[in-house]
């Protein structure tokens, strides 16, 4: 069966500017996740969703938000960009959330580049 | 959470074994190891994981030591496509259901 896929896989955008990425998970996953990856702080993680519903939360700020449709499908919004949001975002998906057996699977990434 | 930590980098020479250790000292009674690694400008890739027994599947064998504290990532031959980088992470449990906690992993570099 298909992978994650995300879209768009490359972007580049100006300081001040807002950008929503899309994750289409794995038929069949309810939890899509959400990381931030950059060169200084490697793989971080933004939030979690599961049934439409905000599981759970990294450190990050306000700007940076989520959502989940009832197809399972999310998208993540970030708003007033800065510089420093230059990132490769990652998507993963799962089965459920919570049960310490589940993997995850990652998709490919969408490399958001901000000038 | 448990933190991992991880040798910076490593080289192997292709068709040799690839052995990468990993310590998680602080690691509680109910987390699972888990393995990903991330080849160049990919995502990353589910290898394997456990709780206490070693476990082995077609890409790899996972080796945890008896009091847990620590554990080894073994590729038995080395490719030049394993040349990625390993990350060694610690599923954590309670409130923080669903997501992992990435460090900086491990450089593996595969030689001819």
């Known amino acids: 069966k298909a992978g994650v896929t995300q879209t768009p896989r490359y972007l580049i955008k100006t300081r001040g500017q807002q950008v929503t990425l899309s994750c289409s998970p794995i038929?069949?996953?309810?939890?899509v996740s959400w990381y931030q990856q950059t060169p200084g702080q490697g793989l971080q993680f933004l939030f979690e969703?599961?049934?439409?519903?905000?599981?759970n939360k990294g450190n990050f700020p306000g700007r940076f938000s989520g959502r989940q449709f009832s197809n399972s499908r999310s998208e993540m919004n970030v708003s007033t960009l800065e510089l420093g949001d230059s990132a490769l975002y990652l998507c993963a998906s799962s089965l459920t959330s919570g049960a310490p057996w589940k993997t995850q699977y990652f998709g490919p990434g969408t490399r958001l580049l901000v000038l | 959470d448990a933190k991992t930590t991880q040798p910076t980098s490593m080289d192997c020479a292709e068709g040799r074994a690839a052995n990468l250790p990993c310590n998680h000292s602080t690691i509680s009674g109910n987390e699972y190891v888990y393995w990903y690694r991330q080849i160049h400008s990919q995502g990353p890739q589910y290898i394997i994981h456990?709780?206490?027994n070693n476990e082995t599947n077609e890409m790899a064998s996972l080796i945890i030591t008896e009091d847990r504290k620590s554990s080894t990532l073994i590729l038995p031959h080395a490719t030049l496509r394993d040349t990625a980088v390993y990350y060694c992470?610690?599923?954590?449990?309670?409130?923080?259901?669903?997501?992992?906690?990435f460090g900086k992993g491990t450089k593996l570099s595969v030689k001819p």
């Open positions: 992470i610690v599923r954590v449990s309670g409130g923080s259901q669903g997501n992992l906690i």
């Open positions: 969703y599961f049934s439409e519903t905000q599981r």
């Open positions: 456990g709780l206490k």
């Open positions: 038929s069949g996953h309810r939890s």
